[in-house]
């Protein structure tokens, strides 16, 4: 890093108390040294970088950085403050503060600064010089990588000569990794115990932040600056995609990161080593890159958009689940007149049941009122990340407001998008984009969608949305029971795949103006969703001799997965035998969903398995509509394992259940 710092660069007495002024102090030393150009222009593209994502690292340290026409070479500032200033950190203040300025364009430059140095500021020992050190050459010195010749002690001390050093150790590998699944319940953690474990297997240093409806926690800021290269394995859209920036990665579905780990580590070595950085991932703000959230989005445009929309529904399964089980509670509690009841605001008596079912009903239709709203908005966040939050929200609160219902919510969560996505291409003067991503584009963007659903495409989806709300409440007989079919084959075929998505997609979506057709067509998505684990862990049970050792471990665990509608435990039987385990299981899937179909089964709540049985229509029928679909394919999944066995010799075990060969 020679050249970038010099000694005029550092200033070891920082008296700046403000992100903003720490960043103009030490900007004015870039201006007097010849490497900043116009002072107010610099400082805007460092404060749009900061509002995009704080720069504070844990450990005391603030890295404030951007790429900017007013640079004129990559340049590094240095400022020590004894007292802290803020830049976000979780952990506190930053003492030590990285000013990085690279010319616009030099993408390289800006990289290479920004990961050597943070690859430094992970050894305590070199922070720990830097706080200690009193000379500004000599801190220069430092950060530049030279060695600083250690001050000749007054007294003559004896020092132990080091033995001679061997040849170092290479420096590992380092990929960071992002996993994440609609649920965020299954593939998203499967995804990232793979990475894990083929990394160990390469010798690569891999950290991992799991994504999922459920929340994630950030993989520290310095950890990311430090990798090599990033791989993605997601369903849903990358949260926070910003913050790669500049780095090599690998773009792809979760079920790869279950199932091809090694393939993905040597991808992303092999992009490392050609220097390939993504297009999105270059380190430019959304408003700046003209692409937004969904640029880094590989494949084609069938697959952006099924990840589009599974984005939206993994941000409104959580509101789904808790409007849906606390209407149910109050179903059960105070019987279906309970949603009639007075606003409980103003009439509530504490020892009447009527009034506890009357306060449940009314906040889970409360929660079920965002439904809309929250599947448009982040639907818009996937397309184009932050700025597109507000125009989706705006359009699918207009979709609610003309009719147009959970279709609405799609076609406006898109349009939002779109228009943000638009907008974003326009280039615009520097000082305006701090300004782009907050105000500008959420107000155009918002006219825009505002002005097709209410004008243009309202009305049309509100009736097709109509159509499809009554054509669901008039299924019965053999149209109920078909539809049960293809929706149970749907959620068995790929086990939390593709299809399997798209059939609980609908399902879901159908809860966000629940009627009695929709609450049937959820109940035999679940239902089927439940068979393939129960069934793989029934035949595990009555025909050991069929499975391996590792099978019939995977089997004890199937049965707690299926009970909690966690489809994706059957994956292992079927990643090791897909010919006779997928079309045995879509089999019982299929039962399962016609059968539950038939009996009329309902359910409000998107998840739960056996868990919320007492609150489904017909729980009875339910559960036997699961048995049975169970039943179908253990019977197919041992006839056929069996016919195998008729041709070699099956395994014996020794008496300690181990599988030992015939």
Not at 276 to 296: L, N, V, W, Y
Request: with cysteine; charged share 15%; glycine share 12%.
């Amino acid at each position: 890093m020679s050249e970038l710092i010099t000694a005029d660069l550092v200033d070891l007495d920082l008296s700046a108390e403000t992100k903003d002024a720490a960043a103009r102090s030490l900007a004015g030393r870039m201006v007097e040294a010849g490497r900043v150009t116009d002072l107010d222009g610099f400082l805007a593209d460092v404060a749009a970088r900061e509002a995009q994502m704080p720069t504070g690292l844990d450990g005391g340290i603030g890295i404030p950085h951007c790429r900017s026409e007013h640079v004129t070479e990559p340049t590094l500032a240095f400022g020590r403050s004894a007292d802290g200033i803020d830049f976000g950190a979780p952990d506190g203040p930053a003492d030590l503060v990285f000013l990085i300025a690279a010319p616009a364009g030099a993408d390289d430059d800006h990289l290479t600064i920004l990961s050597g140095l943070a690859r430094r500021l992970m050894d305590p020992g070199f922070t720990g010089a830097l706080r200690a050190e009193a000379d500004p050459g000599a801190a220069a010195a430092l950060i530049r990588g030279e060695e600083v010749p250690a001050a000749a002690p007054e007294d003559p001390v004896t020092v132990t000569p080091e033995p001679e050093a061997t040849d170092a150790a290479p420096e590992p590998f380092r990929i960071v990794a992002v996993t994440s699944c609609p649920t965020g319940i299954a593939h998203t953690y499967m995804a990232a115990e793979s990475l894990e474990a083929a990394a160990r297997a390469e010798g690569v240093v891999l950290d991992v932040e799991t994504q999922g409806s459920a929340g994630f926690e950030r993989l520290d800021p310095a950890v990311i600056a430090a990798a090599d290269a990033v791989i993605w394995a997601h369903d849903v859209d990358v949260r926070e995609k910003a913050r790669f920036g500049g780095k090599p990665v690998v773009d792809t579905g979760v079920k790869a990161g279950i199932n091809r780990p090694a393939e993905l580590i040597a991808e992303a070595r092999r992009k490392a080593e050609r220097g390939e950085i993504s297009r999105f991932a270059d380190g430019r703000d959304e408003a700046e890159a003209g692409t937004g959230g969904s640029a880094g989005a590989s494949g084609h445009f069938g697959v952006r958009l099924r990840t589009y929309l599974m984005s939206g529904v993994s941000y409104m399964v959580p509101f789904v689940a808790a409007g849906g089980l606390l209407i149910a509670l109050s179903f059960a509690i105070g019987g279906y007149e309970i949603a009639n009841a007075k606003s409980v605001a103003d009439h509530f008596v504490w020892g009447e049941a009527a009034s506890w079912a009357a306060l449940l009903n009314q906040i889970g239709t409360a929660a079920f009122g965002f439904l809309v709203p929250v599947l448009a908005g982040y639907i818009a966040y996937g397309m184009a990340d932050r700025p597109a939050l507000v125009p989706g929200f705006v359009g699918g609160a207009i979709a609610l407001t003309i009719d147009a219902g959970f279709l609405g919510g799609l076609v406006a969560g898109l349009l939002a998008g779109a228009a943000v996505m638009a907008i974003q291409r326009v280039k615009v003067h520097p000082t305006l984009r701090g300004i782009m991503p907050v105000l500008v584009i959420p107000l155009l963007a918002s006219i825009a969608v505002g002005f097709l659903m209410f004008i243009v495409v309202g009305k049309p989806i509100a009736s097709l949305q109509n159509a499809l709300t009554d054509w669901l409440n008039g299924l019965s007989g053999s149209n109920a029971v078909i539809l049960g079919v293809v929706l149970g084959l749907m959620m068995c075929f790929d086990m939390g795949g593709p299809l399997n998505k798209v059939a609980y997609a609908f399902a879901v979506g159908g809860l966000a103006d629940p009627t009695p057709g929709s609450l049937k067509v959820m109940a035999a998505v679940m239902a089927a969703g439940m068979v393939p684990p129960l069934a793989l862990a029934l035949a595990t049970t009555v025909r050991r001799g069929l499975f391996t050792a590792t099978e019939r471990e995977n089997g004890r665990a199937a049965w707690v997965l299926g009970a909690s509608f966690i489809t994706e435990g059957a994956i292992p039987f079927a990643a090791a035998d897909p010919l006779r385990v997928i079309p045995s299981v879509m089999a019982g899937g299929a039962v399962t969903g016609a059968l539950s179909m038939a009996f009329g089964c309902t359910l409000r709540a998107p998840h739960g398995g056996v868990f919320v049985v007492p609150l489904i229509g017909e729980p009875f029928l339910y559960l036997l509509a699961i048995a049975a679909g169970t039943a179908v394919s253990t019977a197919l999944v041992v006839v056929l394992k069996g016919m195998r066995r008729t041709s070699a010799p099956a395994p014996a075990e020794d008496g300690s259940g181990v599988t030992v060969a015939a």
